[in-house]
């Protein structure tokens, strides 16, 4: 059946089979031992029903199936399926006992409406959603075609007590359950019965009646139950032969059955393809479907695939970038269809620094989530990594929007988060990787490659006279010929960005952008320092100031955590060489040999060495004084 593809297509999902496997095996040590009347048989049963409750506990209802199966299939006496329901209860024993001498203690879960818009709701609200999945799963084994790895919200519609699909479900619902009736009245329905009541005795714990299931509905949730289904099938293709007994009957009925088992196969065959790998999995499942799991798992994968393509700078960023906006556009319909989905609004802000430079979109991001779940560490250290990115752009922005007019403030307000100049620093950055064994074709094809994903991101390179990757391809090819002298190519896009958008400011203006950005920087990481005491940040901050020549915050910052009693050699240190990058000498010694002080008071293994180096330093630093 197409429904079984994706338990066997899942390694994930082995364990639905052997489950399977093993309480298949316990009904039938069942019925050897009413056979053959040994206890034998019995032992190995409750061996059965306990592997295959450890191998998942969608086989608790087959501690009721086997009894019943033994109730329809043989005439016997109360006291043998008294027996056997006692050795089946043995072995829930035995699978309990087992848990606890295995698992250390029951991980505790947190269920979100994200997963089951059922979770907190009670019993009643429930029904509706109960008789209705009853029937997807009963429509899905007989034929299914439209496959997801994931429902949830928005990907299943829950059912109320006015919804047709409820109403249209009961009606089923209840012939069900006249056949099953009728079973016990007529000897010649009695295996279509068992098929029937099979299925809905292994389906109705997955149908969040009395325990909403994560996903709401699930493929695979439903394989064991097929086999009654598929029962139930048979034996009613046999009721109606026997019933009109014509010649030509048997005939359309093994053509109707043949272009069934081909229609099947033809949607298994295409299924199967969808489990080529991850990326395709989830690209398959969630397009054109509205389910907010099922889009944050295509924006993930395509997240990591772009990471990990972006380490290798031989890779193509046509394509990288190609990813990237897959992930964005997943994400944004994921929040969409759940606007308080903190994970994947992080993962967003993530894009839009890494990939995009726009750290204001960062910001806003990071700063909605922050006001919701303040303990939110990812979202605390991209918070304040976006803020120390958007102020290294701006100070790099020194030389080509600073007004020659001091006091010159424009009346256009200019974007303190620059995304095309942070672009144009990620390039110069990147760039100097690329070029680190020379330049020369295949180095230049790179860099093109990289300039063309760039204008894919930001239409503002793509929209410079000519574009940016065209002037990038013609700069680079004019330097490698020898044809101009080397020079910061990028400069030029940097002025014509300037020029295009009228970013002139006076510097009284910038510095003062300036000093709020260093102070957001710095009001960023003492929330993240009260959010978690004990994480250090002081490193991801050094490293940032230093690309902006900042070397007065760098001492500011280790300053306070001094003040705050948490800081060290390592502190005193960073503030003696901000003093030497500063050419106040005096002062560098002065933190310098405080650093030694405390390294000589450490008991750090190899503290000679650390402190004959640092001797050597600060000698150094006098010397030249």
């Known amino acids: 059946m197409p429904i079984h593809t994706e338990v066997v297509n899942s390694l994930k999902n082995r364990d639905e089979i052997l489950s399977m496997y093993f309480s298949i095996l316990a009904l039938n040590f069942s019925l050897k031992y009413h056979k053959a009347n040994k206890l034998k048989f019995l032992l190995f049963c409750t061996l059965a029903i306990t592997a295959a409750l450890l191998s998942k506990k969608t086989a608790l209802p087959f501690i009721a199936i086997i009894p019943m199966?033994?109730?329809?299939?043989?005439?016997?006496?109360?006291?043998?399926?008294?027996?056997?329901?006692?050795?089946?209860?043995?072995?829930?024993?035995?699978?309990?006992?087992f848990r606890k001498g295995l698992v250390q203690s029951d991980k505790i879960r947190d269920f979100a409406t994200l997963e089951n818009p059922l979770f907190g709701q009670n019993l009643i609200h429930r029904i509706p959603t109960f008789v209705d999945t009853l029937f997807w799963y009963f429509r899905s084994t007989l034929l299914h075609f439209n496959f997801h790895s994931y429902y949830g919200l928005g990907g299943y519609e829950i059912a109320t007590f006015s919804s047709t699909s409820f109403l249209f479900a009961l009606i089923f619902l209840m012939g069900l359950l006249f056949v099953v009736v009728l079973g016990f009245i007529h000897q010649k329905f009695r295996l279509i019965s068992f098929g029937l009541l099979f299925f809905i005795l292994s389906i109705a714990g997955a149908c969040n009646l009395l325990f909403p299931m994560v996903g709401i509905v699930a493929e695979r949730l439903v394989f064991t139950g097929s086999l009654g289904v598929l029962v139930a099938l048979v034996f009613t293709m046999?009721?109606?032969?026997?019933?009109?007994?014509?010649?030509?009957?048997?005939?359309?009925?093994?053509?109707?059955?043949?272009?069934?088992?081909?229609?099947?196969?033809?949607?298994?065959?295409?299924r199967n393809t969808a489990w080529n790998d991850r990326i395709t999995l989830y690209q398959t499942d969630a397009k054109d479907f509205p389910s907010a799991k099922s889009q944050a798992l295509l924006g993930q994968e395509l997240q990591f695939l772009a990471n990990e393509a972006w380490q290798n700078l031989d890779t193509e960023t046509a394509a990288i970038y190609l990813k990237v906006r897959g992930a964005r556009q997943a994400y944004e319909t994921a929040i969409k269809i759940y606007p308080n989905y903190p994970k994947i609004q992080n993962n967003l802000a993530t894009l839009y620094s890494v990939y995009y430079c726009d750290e204001g979109a960062a910001i806003k991001l990071t700063n909605q989530i922050l006001?919701?779940?303040?303990?939110y560490k990812e979202a605390r250290l991209n918070h304040l990594n976006a803020c120390l990115k958007a102020y290294v752009v701006w100070c790099k922005m020194s030389p080509f929007v600073v007004s020659e007019k001091q006091d010159y403030n424009p009346s256009k307000k200019i974007n303190a988060y620059h995304a095309d100049f942070g672009l144009m620093n990620q390039f110069e950055e990147r760039g100097k990787l690329i070029l680190k064994n020379g330049l020369n074709p295949n180095s230049i094809q790179t860099?093109?490659?990289?300039?063309?994903?760039?204008?894919?991101?930001?239409?503002?390179?793509?929209?410079?006279?000519?574009?940016f990757a065209t002037n990038?391809?013609?700069?680079?090819?004019?330097?490698?010929?020898?044809?101009?002298p080397n020079h910061n190519i990028l400069d030029t896009f940097r002025k014509e960005i300037v020029k295009k958008d009228a970013l002139t400011i006076g510097a009284t203006a910038f510095l003062s952008m300036q000093r709020k950005l260093q102070n957001d920087c710095f009001q960023s990481a003492e929330d993240y320092e009260k959010a978690f005491p004990k994480e250090r940040y002081a490193d991801l901050m050094d490293r940032y100031f230093m690309e902006a020549n900042d070397f007065q915050s760098i001492i500011r910052l280790h300053k306070a955590l001094i003040t705050k009693g948490k800081g060290g050699a390592k502190d005193y240190i960073q503030i003696g060489n901000a003093y030497v990058n500063l050419g106040d000498q005096t002062k560098a010694v002065k933190a310098l040999k405080k650093g030694y002080d405390f390294i000589e008071q450490s008991k750090l293994q190899n503290k000679t060495s650390e402190l004959q180096r640092l001797q050597r330093f600060i000698e150094k630093i006098e010397s030249s004084n």
């Not at 006496?77 to 008294?82: D, E, F, G, M, S």
């Not at 046999?238 to 059955?257: A, E, I, T, W, Y």
């Not at 006001?371 to 303990?375: F, G, T, W």
Request: hydrophobic share 45%; net charge positive.
């Open 69 to 97: 199966a033994l109730f329809y299939c043989r005439k016997l006496a109360w006291k043998p399926i008294l027996l056997t329901f006692i050795s089946l209860g043995l072995g829930r024993l035995l699978f309990v006992l």
């Open 371 to 375: 006001l919701r779940h303040k303990d």
């Open 472 to 484: 990038i391809d013609a700069a680079l090819h004019s330097l490698y010929e020898g044809k101009t």
């Open 238 to 270: 046999d009721r109606l032969q026997h019933r009109f007994n014509k010649p030509n009957l048997s005939k359309v009925m093994l053509l109707g059955l043949g272009l069934y088992v081909c229609l099947n196969g033809f949607i298994v065959v295409q």
């Open 447 to 467: 860099l093109v490659s990289y300039a063309r994903g760039m204008e894919t991101m930001n239409t503002n390179l793509a929209d410079l006279s000519p574009p």
